[in-house]
């Protein structure tokens, strides 16, 4: 059995072998960025469970009556707006080892995409630029309809609110949304159908900080394992372990990720 060190340099070996790597990250990684995860004993769902019933809520308030939800998103008083006050802290943090050795490696043309269920945008931050963000991110919004997104500074929410224009339309005609998935809302089509192609695609998946065991997310490694290396690499053993990855780096994503690129580099200068 290969110790810690000798699975970082099997796993910088494969990567550098592989032809189109792809990394599924999740709340693992963020977490080491100071970001709580939903579930955990620091959790945001674990400290205030009343904002997760309310969150369940939200996508068929949304659903049945988009001007009201936006009305109750603006105010800051409304309840709507205290469940997204939650995340208030999220888009102070910043990305974390981890994050800038997934953008080093896609920068060196190994790393094809990086897939990932966190909505905080840390990887883009990082300076990753192919990123799939299959929960959608924090920082945008998005048209129902032809999924195109908009930026905070695209739509002066305040602005229509004050003019009696809400909700906010897109060009098409769609209604638009924040770009979060909420709990009970259909992943949008093209992430799903840009995920499942990368999966499928792949030679070699980095599975970081994530269990993988929510669906439709946990669907992707299936996807892969059969025609692709599938490295897990988690604080501590999963439901993957041994059935869906060829192999466990345990540990830190932050500490092992860095380690792995400076293999990488050893090898490809022989």
């Known amino acids: 059995m290969l110790n810690g060190e000798e699975l970082v340099g099997r796993a910088a070996r494969d990567l550098v072998k592989a032809s189109y790597a792809i990394a599924l990250t999740g709340a693992g990684i963020s977490t080491e960025s100071g970001i709580p995860d939903f579930r955990g004993p620091n959790g945001i769902w674990t400290k205030k469970p009343e904002a997760e019933i309310r969150a369940y809520e939200v996508y068929e308030q949304f659903r049945a009556n988009p001007k009201g939800y936006w009305e109750g998103r603006l105010d800051p008083e409304g309840p709507i707006s205290r469940i997204f006050s939650i995340f208030g802290e999220i888009e102070k943090a910043q990305p974390n080892a981890g994050h800038y050795a997934l953008a080093e490696l896609e920068k060196m043309g190994i790393l094809k995409c990086v897939i990932t269920q966190n909505v905080d945008g840390l990887h883009q931050k990082a300076g990753s630029k192919n990123v799939i963000e299959y929960h959608g991110g924090l920082n945008k919004f998005r048209c ?19 003019e009696g224009r809400l909700p906010p339309y897109c060009q098409c005609g769609g209604v638009i949304k924040d770009d979060g998935v909420f709990f009970g809302e259909p992943i949008p089509g093209d992430v799903l159908q840009r995920s499942q192609r990368d999966a499928w695609k792949c030679d070699l998946m980095l599975i970081c900080g994530t269990s993988a065991v929510v669906y439709p997310f946990a669907a992707l490694p299936e996807m892969a394992y059969k025609s692709a290396i ?21 540990g830190k994503t932050g500490e092992t990720l860095p380690k792995i690129v400076e293999k990488v580099k050893k090898i490809q200068k022989g």
């Open 230 to 250: 599938v490295i897990e690499i988690n604080a501590q053993p999963t439901p993957l372990t041994g059935r869906i990855s060829e192999y466990l780096i345990q």
């Open 144 to 162: 129902v309809n032809c999924n195109r997104r908009f930026s905070k500074d695209e739509l002066n929410l305040e602005k229509l609110k004050k």
